[in-house]
């Protein structure tokens, strides 16, 4: 399964419901909090290209926010993407 990391901030709620998803289907995620680390808010912009978050990573694929992921799920493509 490829690594999944999600860039979030602790009162973002596209980032609590991207985690709700991904906690429902039992994927492990690695999360990184940026609402108080720049440098690792500069990781997300460098990676992704936006300053928004969530911004989600599985693999070496960006995914990108919430309704990203979520469009992902409901085309039955999410499944395909975390095994690689």
């Not at 990391?5 to 709700?20: D, I, P, W």
């Not at 039955?76 to 993407?81: A, I, M, S, T, V």
Request: net charge negative; hydrophobic share 35%.
């Amino acid at each position: 399964m490829n690594e999944v990391v999600v860039y979030s901030t602790r009162l973002c709620g596209f980032c609590r419901a991207a985690k709700k998803l991904l906690d429902a289907r039992g994927v492990e995620y690695q999360t990184i909090a940026v609402d108080f680390d720049s440098e690792k808010r500069q990781e997300m912009m460098d990676r992704s290209g936006r300053r928004t978050v969530p911004q989600i990573f599985i693999g070496d694929h960006h995914v990108g926010g919430f309704d990203d992921l979520s469009e992902l799920d409901s085309n039955g493509k999410l499944d395909e993407l975390l095994a690689g």
